[in-house]
């Protein structure tokens, strides 16, 4: 069995300095680079917001940051200016291998926000991750990177659902935890058939 490891949105904006930062989400760079050549394919992800994106608090006239909101396709959490398409916070860290075999960009669409490696957060456009590990023959996945709460949480659940066998291994991924939003994400992946490895 073919196995990818899928590494979510290692980028400036996500790390130490950056416009939405993780707490410790340089820390998980070296050992993301050591991991990868135990992988058939390394897929990245990256965050590429058009600037004025319908998700930043900044478009919404009396909101703030971590304010939620109900869009189209439902709640929307509100998040500072991040990951500007061409941007120096949207470039991958600068420490991260990037020598993988795809890049999936994803929020690029203003008026949707894209969480997940496989779809916007309506839950119904692909990102083409899917069709891309089926013509490979990949069935196996292991999920690391940030945030474990929203965009790793979101890609494990619907990779699950996809019917892919999923690890997300949470020693390599560091979560915003906005309102209990860790605790909620692990038992959301768990729900849906990840499993959840330390």
């Known amino acids: ?70 869009m189209p396709y439902g709640p929307q959490v509100l998040w500072p200016d991040h990951c500007i398409q061409g941007s120096d916070g949207a470039a991958f860290h600068p420490g991260l291998r990037t020598d993988g075999d ?16 496989f779809f916007e957060n309506d839950h119904a456009t692909p990102t083409g991750l899917d069709g891309y590990l089926k013509s490979r023959g990949i069935t196996r996945l292991t999920l690391v ?27 390599l991924s560091a979560a915003i935890d906005v309102n209990g939003s860790r605790d909620a994400a692990l038992k959301s992946m768990a729900d849906a058939g990840a499993k959840v490895a330390v």
């Open 145 to 171: 990177g940030l945030a474990l709460d929203f965009c790793v949480n979101y890609s494990a659940v619907d990779a699950a659902r996809l019917g892919y066998d999923v690890t997300v291994r949470t020693d």
């Open 1 to 70: 069995m073919s196995e990818a490891l899928i590494v979510i949105d290692m980028q400036n904006d996500f790390c130490e300095g950056g416009a939405l930062a993780v707490e410790g989400g340089s820390a998980l760079v070296a050992p993301i680079n050591a991991l990868m050549d135990d992988f058939t394919a390394v897929i990245l992800t990256q965050d590429w917001h058009p600037a004025g994106h319908s998700s930043f608090a900044s478009s919404h006239p009396d909101r703030a940051p971590m304010d939620l909101i109900t």
């Open 102 to 117: 795809l890049i999936i960009r994803k929020g690029y669409n203003p008026a949707i926000d894209s969480y997940s490696a």
